[in-house]
């Protein structure tokens, strides 16, 4: 089978985590680009990648790289590609674009161009232009500039990987799927120790969590774009599918889900039944400042509110509480907080042992670790040595 190079993009801050999924997939000459990965593999590398990947946003196959000094030679060169190798006049497609350039500074211009260099390609060969479909097309297409470097791929996911197809229904300010993975891997959790949400939200960590610990896909419930291509080969697909559900485990592992809101309950559970895994997680409705974990050692993951409707005082408090009650009743956990509220977390209390870029949307955040020991830090070191 033919090996061809792939690029996998991704979120800023989880390109080592989407490598090393890359690694366990068997892809070749992995390359950690910044948002990206590069990599080589075959057809069947490029259905399982996007089947499996976790951190993968989208998974692109290039076509052609060129350079372009204007928007002349951008529209030239991508009118010089051979477009009939991918797809025919009555099929439709759509373009995105995406650039880091002083010379083409808009997206939506680039996409505009290329667009119109392809269509024209065809009306100019069968005096017919194929049909522009943004939502659905049987050919999605990326067009990436990096200073007068393009790259031109095809998209194989169609909509962003994210889109696991559970979260139908969802609260205020809900983490993205591929980051909320990522912050699981992150963390290095075990997929042994209990897993804790206090605030879920509409159950995204604990969604994802019930997903890594089972081994289940994380594209198990969705389409892609390479399922319209022509060359799809849907015997290769099949077995793909069937080996990935073939590796599916049944954890141990208990996954809590809890929110001080009924309703956000509600959206939680919904999405993991359509998930497939609401019997592997609990959901209970509680303030998290009555909660305690203490059966041993346990994953706390938090995405708290960023004080964006609260005063700083108010905002201020809420996370020093959140502190004090994680270091008071949470002993022997870990815990993982992400927030865009670096003054806030300032007020947290507790000594953090890593700290994480990362973006949540526009967002820029820190995944910040908590090691909540039990007694004093010094006391907890001397008791481990005692034990050596």
């Not at 593999?41 to 060129?66: C, H, Q, W």
């Not at 990096?146 to 197809?165: F, H, P």
């Given at each position: 089978m033919e090996v061809f190079e792939i690029i996998a993009t991704t979120l800023f801050g989880l390109e080592e985590i989407l490598a090393q999924e890359l690694r366990e997939l068997g892809a070749a000459d992995i390359e950690v680009l910044s948002r990206a990965v590069r990599y080589k593999g075959d057809r069947e590398m490029l259905y399982k990648s996007n089947l499996l990947l976790r951190t993968a946003v989208k998974v692109l196959k290039p076509i052609g790289?060129?350079?372009?000094?204007?928007?002349?030679?951008?529209?030239?060169?991508?009118?010089?590609?051979?477009?009939?190798?991918y797809f025919s006049y009555n099929k439709t497609f759509a373009i995105d674009g995406s650039t880091h350039s002083e010379i083409f500074t808009h997206s939506k211009f680039i996409a505009l161009k290329s667009k119109d260099a392809i269509a024209d390609q065809f009306r100019e060969k069968y005096d017919i232009r194929p049909s522009v479909d943004t939502e659905n097309p049987d050919l999605?297409?990326?067009?990436?500039?990096?200073?007068?470097?393009?790259?031109?791929?095809?998209?194989?996911?169609?909509?962003?990987?994210?889109?696991?197809?559970?979260?139908?229904?969802?609260?205020?300010?809900?983490?993205?799927?591929?980051?909320?993975?990522g912050i699981i891997l992150l963390s290095g959790w075990d997929k042994t120790c209990d897993f804790i949400d206090p605030m879920c939200g509409s159950g995204t960590f604990p969604i994802e969590a019930a997903l890594l610990a089972n081994n289940i896909p994380s594209g198990r419930n969705r389409k892609f774009g390479f399922e319209t291509w022509g060359d799809f080969d849907l015997n290769l697909w099949d077995e793909v599918k069937a080996k990935a559900d073939s590796?599916?485990?049944?954890?141990?592992?208990?996954?809590?889900?809890?929110?001080?809101?009924?309703?956000?309950?509600?959206?939680?559970?919904?999405?993991?039944?359509?998930?497939?895994?609401?019997?592997?997680?609990?959901?209970?409705?509680?303030?998290?400042?009555?909660?305690?974990?203490?059966?041993?050692?346990?994953?706390?993951?938090?995405?708290?509110?960023?004080?964006?409707?609260?005063?700083?005082?108010?905002?201020?408090?809420?996370?020093?509480?959140?502190?004090?009650?994680?270091?008071?009743?949470?002993?022997?956990?870990?815990?993982?907080?992400?927030s865009a509220n670096y003054e806030a977390l300032k007020n947290f209390g507790l000594r953090t042992s890593k700290k994480i870029k990362l973006y949540n949307g526009p967002l820029e955040c820190r995944l910040q670790k908590y090691e909540l020991y039990q007694g004093s830090k010094k006391a907890n070191k001397i008791g481990n040595e005692s034990i050596q």
């Amino acid at each position: 089978m033919e090996v061809f190079e792939i690029i996998a993009t991704t979120l800023f801050g989880l390109e080592e985590i989407l490598a090393q999924e890359l690694r366990e997939l068997g892809a070749a000459d992995i390359e950690v680009l910044s948002r990206a990965v590069r990599y080589k593999g075959d057809r069947e590398m490029l259905y399982k990648s996007n089947l499996l990947l976790r951190t993968a946003v989208k998974v692109l196959k290039p076509i052609g790289t060129f350079y372009a000094a204007n928007e002349q030679q951008l529209y030239d060169k991508i009118k010089k590609i051979n477009w009939d190798e991918y797809f025919s006049y009555n099929k439709t497609f759509a373009i995105d674009g995406s650039t880091h350039s002083e010379i083409f500074t808009h997206s939506k211009f680039i996409a505009l161009k290329s667009k119109d260099a392809i269509a024209d390609q065809f009306r100019e060969k069968y005096d017919i232009r194929p049909s522009v479909d943004t939502e659905n097309p049987d050919l999605r297409i990326n067009v990436h500039i990096n200073d007068k470097t393009v790259i031109v791929s095809l998209d194989s996911s169609g909509s962003s990987l994210g889109k696991r197809n559970y979260r139908l229904a969802q609260t205020e300010a809900p983490i993205n799927e591929v980051l909320a993975a990522g912050i699981i891997l992150l963390s290095g959790w075990d997929k042994t120790c209990d897993f804790i949400d206090p605030m879920c939200g509409s159950g995204t960590f604990p969604i994802e969590a019930a997903l890594l610990a089972n081994n289940i896909p994380s594209g198990r419930n969705r389409k892609f774009g390479f399922e319209t291509w022509g060359d799809f080969d849907l015997n290769l697909w099949d077995e793909v599918k069937a080996k990935a559900d073939s590796n599916i485990i049944s954890s141990n592992a208990k996954i809590f889900a809890n929110d001080i809101d009924n309703k956000a309950l509600d959206i939680a559970f919904a999405n993991a039944k359509r998930a497939g895994v609401s019997n592997l997680i609990t959901f209970d409705t509680i303030d998290f400042f009555h909660t305690s974990h203490d059966t041993g050692r346990g994953l706390v993951i938090m995405n708290p509110p960023y004080g964006e409707r609260l005063q700083v005082n108010e905002i201020t408090n809420f996370y020093q509480d959140i502190g004090s009650r994680l270091k008071h009743f949470y002993q022997g956990c870990d815990a993982w907080i992400i927030s865009a509220n670096y003054e806030a977390l300032k007020n947290f209390g507790l000594r953090t042992s890593k700290k994480i870029k990362l973006y949540n949307g526009p967002l820029e955040c820190r995944l910040q670790k908590y090691e909540l020991y039990q007694g004093s830090k010094k006391a907890n070191k001397i008791g481990n040595e005692s034990i050596q």
